[in-house]
């Protein structure tokens, strides 16, 4: 089908929060209030933090403060996909943290298991399916790197196996594959929507007091508490959870560690029997390519495929705009590979298209930090895999606030901080020679530049 006719009636907005069921909004915050712990940002980050906080302490007395409504930045328009990972993948924390990947794949682990618990305890309708994740290879260059990450998953005691082109066609038919990896554990496909709603009707189940379209403008210190500005009365509290992703940040240190990259992605309407048949996806895993520039892609539990990625754009400036979230030339590039992959749903039509902002860093996972004398904690640059590790992330914030040593907060992934990014206008400069090299090696058998290497030599990185 042509691109442009699939997408012709598309709705411009994320199917996810399109849907019914999405809770009426909180109060704003009434006036002047005081709390044990204020939590800023109402995405997995804060709410999972203000979760956790009184599942610890069910006497402590937590706020949660959002800007607009629960959910509606990147945690209501990601792909769903909750990975045990909290590295962004194991060869990114292999080559990070070597002496310390056994330990951060128990991190990741548990917290999967605990996530799972989660929404059984507190009965959280978000689809949650325990189902892993096919990183499939449309090249054979990408297929080494997939043997390796295998083999060392494999010591790690990890449930990953190669396939060939047969078996991995077996599991989802596209004439694209050549062969791939099934990680039969590690990941678990979700609503991520519901999933923060479901957190939300769980934090205020356990008193904790929600206010949404309650934007936190300033957060400063006066000895005893932090006091947090809003345009509807200050907040005093004995300690701070920070948690607004690539927003302007409340920390002005967080400014050199952290670049808004867009992030696009697609819906189609449901499948016919019919047609989920002629693709298989029996077992209905989530799947990535391999590729530097990737897709993401599953099926809904309606049976529509999400398909997103491939694009990572970063506008000069790092600027941070609505109208970002559109872009007509990243969608039709997105339609046409769809149809790539699948030519058997060549008359599959689209009935969204969204995009949304992503916090990264130089290293591609989550950084950790304290301030305010650690009364206050943060943790930041997720990379697009934070369905998941945002959970982690809430516990080590809570540690961190506590001030008691454990386990997570010694670990080195928790006390190093990622390789900063320059100025402008050099960081701009960079991304997008980053980015134009990536794309290159995607061209040539994974090739990687002169650029890239040296970039890979740095620790600072640019994914896609």
């Known amino acids: 089908?042509?691109?442009?006719?699939?997408?012709?009636?598309?709705?411009?907005?994320?199917?996810?929060?399109?849907?019914?069921?999405?809770?009426?909004?909180?109060?704003?915050?009434?006036?002047?209030?005081?709390?044990?712990?204020?939590?800023v940002g109402g995405g997995f980050t804060g709410l999972w933090t203000a979760l956790l906080a009184k599942e610890r302490d069910p006497s402590a007395d937590?706020?949660?403060?959002?800007?607009?409504?629960?959910?509606?930045?990147?945690?209501?328009?990601?792909?769903?996909?909750?990975?045990?990972?909290?590295?962004?993948?194991l060869g990114n924390g292999l080559a990070r943290w070597p002496a310390e990947i056994s330990t951060l794949v128990r991190f990741g682990a548990q917290n999967l298991d605990e996530i799972g618990r989660t929404?059984?305890?507190?009965?959280?309708?978000?689809?949650?399916?325990?189902?892993?994740?096919?990183?499939?290879?449309?090249?054979?260059?990408?297929?080494?790197?997939?043997?390796?990450?295998?083999?060392?998953?494999?010591?790690?005691?990890?449930d990953l196996t190669m396939l060939d082109?047969?078996?991995?066609?077996?599991?989802?038919?596209?004439?694209?594959?050549?062969?791939?990896?099934?990680?039969?554990?590690?990941?678990?496909?979700?609503?991520?929507?519901?999933?923060?709603?479901?957190?939300?009707?769980?934090?205020l189940s356990l008193g904790v007091r929600v206010h949404e379209h309650t934007p936190v403008r300033s957060i400063t210190g006066d000895g005893a508490a932090l006091e947090l500005v809003t345009p509807h009365g200050t907040v005093r509290a004995g300690r701070v959870a920070l948690g607004t992703g690539v927003f302007p940040p409340l920390l002005g240190r967080l400014r050199n560690y952290l670049v808004p990259v867009y992030d696009y992605a697609l819906m189609t309407e449901p499948l016919t029997a019919g047609q989920l048949a002629a693709i298989?996806?029996?077992?209905?895993?989530?799947?990535?390519?391999?590729?530097?520039?990737?897709?993401?892609y599953r099926l809904t539990d309606d049976n529509r495929i999400l398909w997103g990625g491939y694009d990572a754009v970063y506008h000069n400036g790092g600027r941070v705009k609505e109208e970002y979230e559109q872009r007509d030339a990243t969608?039709?590039?997105?339609?046409r590979h769809f149809y790539a992959t699948f030519p058997q749903l060549a008359g599959v039509r689209f009935t969204h298209r969204w995009g949304g902002v992503i916090d990264t860093c130089s290293?591609?996972?989550?950084?950790?930090?304290?301030?305010?004398?650690?009364?206050?904690?943060?943790?930041?640059?997720?990379?697009?895999?934070?369905?998941?590790?945002?959970?982690?992330g809430a516990d080590v914030m809570l540690d961190l606030l506590s001030g008691e040593p454990t386990e997570r907060t010694g670990l080195r992934m928790v006390r190093e901080k990622p390789v900063p990014f320059p100025p402008e206008p050099v960081r701009s400069g960079v991304i997008q020679l980053t980015r134009r090299s990536i794309a290159r090696a995607d061209a040539h058998q994974g090739r990687r530049d002169l650029w890239l290497r040296t970039l890979d030599r740095l620790g600072l990185g640019f994914d896609s």
């Open 331 to 335: 969608f039709t590039t997105l339609a």
């Open 1 to 39: 089908m042509d691109p442009l006719k699939a997408l012709a009636d598309a709705e411009r907005k994320p199917y996810w929060l399109d849907r019914p069921g999405r809770p009426e909004p909180s109060e704003r915050l009434p006036g002047p209030a005081r709390a044990d712990l204020a939590v």
């Open 165 to 203: 082109a047969g078996e991995v066609r077996a599991e989802v038919d596209s004439p694209t594959y050549v062969g791939g990896q099934w990680d039969r554990d590690g990941c678990a496909m979700l609503d991520p929507a519901r999933l923060a709603w479901g957190l939300r009707e769980a934090c």
């Open 363 to 392: 290293r591609f996972s989550a950084f950790f930090g304290t301030a305010h004398k650690g009364r206050l904690a943060y943790a930041v640059g997720y990379t697009g895999l934070g369905v998941g590790a945002t959970r982690f």
């Open 62 to 89: 937590v706020v949660l403060l959002e800007a607009r409504r629960a959910g509606w930045a990147a945690s209501g328009r990601n792909g769903g996909f909750c990975a045990a990972s909290l590295t962004h993948g």
């Open 119 to 158: 929404v059984a305890r507190y009965g959280i309708d978000c689809s949650f399916e325990r189902t892993g994740e096919l990183h499939v290879a449309t090249e054979p260059w990408q297929l080494d790197g997939l043997a390796e990450d295998t083999e060392v998953a494999r010591r790690l005691g990890l």
């Open 280 to 296: 298989g996806w029996r077992n209905r895993q989530g799947i990535g390519d391999s590729a530097n520039q990737f897709h993401y």
